[in-house]
């Protein structure tokens, strides 16, 4: 390419700033030089395709204010010159030259929140040992006809592997040939034969658990309530066998409903994400930007894409407890069917009947299975729980975790009816059939 060299006087910061810009905008260079008046002048060199533009009239800052700063200004001939930046964090000369590598690095940290250059890349490096492929041979009458892959997550560096339960046990009629062993391999190449130990099938969480006589990386659990629509979060797994695979997206919905996906049974909820998931990734972590684990990869939607569900890593916990303290989960019934309530649709059903309850939250009850331990407690649809076990609710979340894991103890419950009339019930729960 041709370039100018010319010498031109600085008359002033806006010519000064010119050059310098053309010059950074044309890949050519510049110096100054003092002559022995102190009088100083720069070089330029620019390429050609640049000549006509030292012609042009230079627009100052108040006339372009009306331009986004992360915006690129108007358009030349020759392409964009945009003159102002947004950046997020920052990054040394250093760090610039700096390998990629699996380590975490310890570089200029970015403001609290905000996604700097290896924010996503140390997240991954802090969970990324701790994460396991899976594979189960399956067999149909001593005949095996495939394996079932996925991945896993070492929570504790006694071996103890989190996965999804689909990954390690028959989900599809087929018998598993392995008894209740799988293949395990670590990211540095390490493999074991690990133990299921349990498995929930309406959770869709799994243990299995490895013995090794060497140490082993571990990941550390997060929390799931944290979390907001729009927090950038990373799933890492073994899509198709494909170890150590990463990729980052952002959490579309926090408390996303079995019921809004058709999904029937008992009342779940999922963590939706657009991070790109697929056979194999089942039982992978989903991972937060400070390289937590907030939920375990489960499922995606097949006709759509950056439709990816999680299981919440609180949830998640809580069943770690049941499977240590019962050796499975359990989950107490009281055949309600429920609504959360808020002040739109409390004033919503009030225009339609005006004797409903004054509250401005509580669990709507819709219906009660007949039968059920609800039933021959008392409850009616259209009831309004508003207490349960002396404490206030308002979400079904609440009612779920005060019962826990109580199985026939008697339960308190305070219910708003027609005309705000207040009535004391007490049901006792049963446990839950896992086919429900």
Not at 157 to 181: E, M, N, P, W, Y
Not at 242 to 266: E, H, P
Not at 339 to 356: H, P, S, T, Y
């Amino acid at each position: 390419m041709r370039h100018l060299l010319r010498k031109v006087p600085i008359s002033n910061k806006h010519s000064l700033m010119r050059l310098v810009a053309l010059a950074a905008a044309g890949s050519g260079f510049v110096c100054t030089n003092i002559d022995a008046n102190s009088r100083a002048s720069i070089l330029v060199s620019i390429p050609s395709p640049l000549h006509e533009s030292l012609s042009w009239p230079w627009r100052t800052l108040p006339e372009m204010t009306h331009h986004p700063s992360f915006v690129s200004l108007d358009t030349i001939p020759y392409g964009n010159l945009p003159l102002f930046f947004s950046r997020i964090g920052s990054a040394s000369s250093a760090d610039i030259s700096k390998g990629v590598s699996g380590d975490v690095t310890d570089g200029p940290k970015p403001c609290h929140g905000c996604l700097g250059r290896d924010t996503i890349a140390n997240a991954a490096a802090r969970v990324g040992p701790a994460v396991v492929n899976l594979s189960v041979p399956q067999g149909f009458h001593g005949l095996t006809v495939g394996k079932s892959i996925g991945s896993g997550t070492i929570i504790d560096s006694d071996g103890t592997i989190l996965t999804c339960a689909h990954v390690v046990v028959d989900f599809q009629g087929l018998r598993s040939s392995s008894k209740g062993k799988v293949d395990v391999t670590l990211q540095d190449g390490r493999t074991f034969e690990g133990t299921v130990l349990n498995a929930d099938l309406h959770s869709d969480i799994a243990i299995v658990k490895i013995k090794s006589k060497t140490p082993l990386p571990t990941a550390k659990l997060g929390s799931s309530s944290k979390l907001r629509p729009g927090d950038w979060v990373v799933a890492m797994g073994c899509p198709l066998s494909l170890q150590n695979t990463i990729t980052a997206g952002i959490v579309s919905c926090v408390d996303r409903k079995s019921s809004d996906l058709g999904l029937g049974g008992m009342r779940r909820e999922y963590l939706q994400t657009d991070c790109a998931i697929n056979a194999g990734n089942s039982g992978g972590p989903l991972v937060n930007i400070d390289g937590e684990v907030v939920g375990v990869n489960i499922m995606k939607v097949l006709a759509a894409d950056g439709l990816s569900f999680s299981v919440p890593i609180d949830a998640v916990s809580t069943i770690i407890e049941h499977f240590k303290k019962n050796g499975r989960v359990v989950r107490p019934w009281l055949g309600l069917k429920m609504l959360d309530l808020n002040d739109m649709i409390v004033a919503q059903l009030r225009e339609k009947d005006a004797m409903f309850p004054n509250v401005n939250k509580g669990v709507l009850v819709p219906m009660v299975t007949p039968g059920s331990p609800a039933d021959r407690a008392g409850f009616q649809p259209g009831d309004v729980v508003v207490e349960f076990e002396g404490r206030r609710v308002g979400s079904i979340k609440e009612i779920i975790e005060i019962m826990g894991d109580k199985i026939g103890q008697p339960l308190k419950a305070v219910v708003k009816r027609a005309n705000d009339r207040s009535v004391t019930l007490i049901v006792v729960p049963e446990e839950a059939n896992p086919d429900m």
